[in-house]
């Protein structure tokens, strides 16, 4: 892990002021660059993360358009020095064992972002909010936010409980004039407000574990993420390869068929997976299984409302969708980066209200909505991404452009037009006796 000089200012707290212009909630990717950057225009910010960093969290795999926010925070220095694997490319597996060419993102752009990283989302997450502090952010860990203030509509500060240095907690009122929820799936605001809306047909669960000695191919294929569905398209398998010769793997499928009451246990699903996989179980053979399993429910929502007065969502806290395409930590830094330039036009213009502070959203929902459509094709029974650039080769680049990212492109989603309604199966409700 890249460590801070510890004569820098970033490890230095001043106490905490009364009222700041912009509180942030959460201190992951979409949260930490919203506060560094509107530091950056010059506005004082504070940062409160419930956890104390560097934290545990799944999602390891950068794609390549995450090159430009990083590099607007001033940290792909950093990354290059990182021992994080370099990621050159994806590779996708069909039927368990039909392997691809592995899809090299330097053939579409020789711009030195098409080589992206497999990142530590402990030490990432820390760097992000490090540069957070230097850029003039006050950060606080273990800082507990239990209310969002409104006043007659408007947010206008936070309550929360601070970790004080002998171990107990002190309450703290702060106000400002904009809240930012970067909150991760906890979405503070909007669940509270009952305004997230599931999407039918992308209900799933995962579960995933850390491997010890998986082979992994030589040169820059050393690096690539693996895409590995299982016959019938009933589950897929993420292949992470990061530092230390480690592999995060995990398996995601409906929530039925992975959580099911007639499932089994989680090692047991894992495991029945596995046996459907040879490609993987291949790539395992010498491997050892270094951590216990975690599974999550990847629920893919939209937030109703992205902003209001004095308030505005990022990140997963505004949508969250599936993470087969690895877009995650790219849509959180890419709105972080919207967000702060909408908060700094809004209190530059005296205007706090929500379609200021939310003047990015409808162009940051299209980019989701441009993912979101080739995961429904990604789980379609009946599409074949094959059989599609055959009868329609004109779209290749399309596609290229939302795999590494650039989602926001116009034009870009012209190739759903030729695809047509393509949708996965209706996900049925999951059995109320399933395993949480």
């Given at each position: 892990m890249i460590q801070p000089n510890p004569e820098s200012p970033i490890n230095y707290l001043p106490p905490l002021q009364d009222h700041y212009d912009v509180i942030v909630v959460g201190g992951g990717p979409a949260g930490s660059t919203t506060a560094a950057l509107v530091a950056e225009y010059g506005h004082s910010v504070l940062l409160l993360e419930r956890a104390q960093l560097p934290r545990f969290h799944v999602g390891e795999s950068l794609i390549p358009e995450t090159y430009w926010p990083l590099k607007r925070l001033g940290l792909i220095e950093r990354l290059k020095q990182s021992a994080f694997p370099r990621k050159y490319s994806v590779q996708f597996v069909s039927d368990g064992v039909k392997e691809s060419a592995p899809f090299y993102f330097e053939l579409y752009n020789q711009h030195e972002s098409s080589v992206t990283w497999q990142v530590d989302r402990g030490e990432f997450d820390q760097m992000l909010m490090d540069r957070a502090k230097e850029l003039g952010t006050v950060a606080h860990t273990s800082a507990h936010v239990t209310e969002i203030l409104f006043e007659n509509e408007q947010a206008v500060g936070v309550k929360c409980r601070l970790l004080n240095e002998d171990g107990g907690r002190t309450?703290?009122?702060?106000?400002?004039?904009?809240?930012?929820?970067?909150?991760?799936?906890?979405?503070?605001?909007?669940?509270?407000?009952?305004?997230?809306?599931?999407d039918p047909m992308l209900k799933k669960g995962t579960i995933w574990t850390y491997w010890q000695g998986a082979h992994r191919d030589s040169g820059k294929d050393e690096g690539a993420t693996l895409i590995m569905?299982?016959?019938?398209?009933?589950?897929?398998?993420?292949?992470?390869?990061?530092?230390?010769?480690?592999?995060?793997?995990?398996?995601?499928?409906?929530?039925?068929?992975?959580?099911?009451?007639?499932?089994?246990?989680?090692?047991?699903?894992?495991?029945?997976?596995?046996?459907?996989?040879?490609?993987?179980q291949k790539r395992l053979m010498n491997a050892t299984r270094c951590t216990d399993f975690f599974t999550t429910k990847d629920f893919s929502y939209y937030s109703r409302d992205g902003a209001g007065h004095g308030w505005l969502l990022v990140?997963?806290?505004?949508?969250?969708?599936?993470?087969?395409?690895?877009?995650?930590?790219?849509l959180a830094l890419k709105g972080g980066e919207f967000a702060a330039d909408a908060i700094h036009d809004a209190l530059e213009?005296?205007?706090?209200?929500?379609?200021?502070?939310?003047?990015?959203?409808?162009?940051?929902?299209?980019?989701?909505?441009?993912?979101?459509?080739?995961?429904?094709?990604?789980?379609?029974?009946?599409?074949?991404?094959?059989?599609?650039l055959k009868e329609h080769p004109q779209y290749k680049s399309n596609m290229v452009d939302i795999l590494v990212g650039d989602v926001f492109k116009p034009g870009v989603g012209d190739i759903f037009d030729a695809m047509g309604s393509v949708e996965p199966a209706m996900e049925v409700p999951l059995n109320r006796h399933a395993m949480a």
């Open positions: 309450e703290r009122e702060i106000r400002c004039k904009v809240v930012v929820d970067a909150t991760g799936q906890s979405a503070f605001i909007s669940s509270r407000r009952g305004q997230r809306d599931a569905q299982t016959p019938g398209k009933k589950s897929w398998f993420w292949y992470i390869p990061l530092q230390d010769d480690v592999v995060s793997i995990g398996c995601t499928g409906s929530m039925n068929y992975m959580f099911g009451k007639d499932a089994g246990s989680v090692e047991a699903v894992y495991d029945r997976e596995l046996a459907r996989c040879p490609a993987m990140g997963d806290a505004f949508g969250f969708i599936d993470p087969v395409y690895s877009s995650g930590v790219y213009r005296g205007d706090l209200s929500g379609p200021r502070l939310g003047q990015w959203q409808p162009l940051y929902k299209q980019g989701i909505e441009n993912f979101r459509k080739l995961v429904y094709a990604f789980y379609a029974e009946d599409f074949s991404f094959g059989m599609f």
